[in-house]
């Protein structure tokens, strides 16, 4: 089992950066891949991006590869959404989550740890 709390959320500007940062407890956070998932007013929450445990592989959606990097630093037990060029349409509250399926799934359901959400608003 793992606790995630999401952070680094805000208000900017398009073309802006933002860092998020994903913080889970416990001994076991290697033991997980790890996604990241955003939900906008309206919309169903939706897959951005998924690493694997070690941190070698990861996969994104089309509308945010290489504007976006999904990292995890095992020792400090934490995952990061680095997110440049921001867009409007990338405003959401976005979710960490954790799963003890193989393969970066995709799939909201695929994940059985949820942390509680971070905002994120870019404004044009």
């Known amino acids: 089992q793992v606790q995630l709390v999401e952070s680094g959320g805000g208000l900017v500007q398009s073309g802006d950066s933002l860092r998020l940062s994903c913080a889970a407890s416990g001994r076991t956070f290697s033991s997980y891949d790890m996604g990241w998932f955003r939900q906008a007013p309206g919309n169903e929450r939706e897959f951005v991006a998924a690493i694997n445990r070690p941190g070698g592989s990861s996969r994104y959606i089309d509308a945010v590869k290489g504007r976006f990097t999904i990292s995890r630093d095992n020792a400090k037990n934490t995952l990061y959404l680095q997110m440049n060029s921001l867009k409007p349409e990338d405003t959401a509250i976005y979710y960490c989550?954790?799963?003890?399926?193989?393969?970066?799934?995709?799939?909201?359901?695929?994940?059985?740890?949820w942390g509680q959400g971070t905002q994120v608003t870019v404004s044009s």
């Open positions: 989550a954790a799963t003890s399926h193989n393969g970066m799934p995709a799939k909201t359901k695929s994940y059985q740890y």
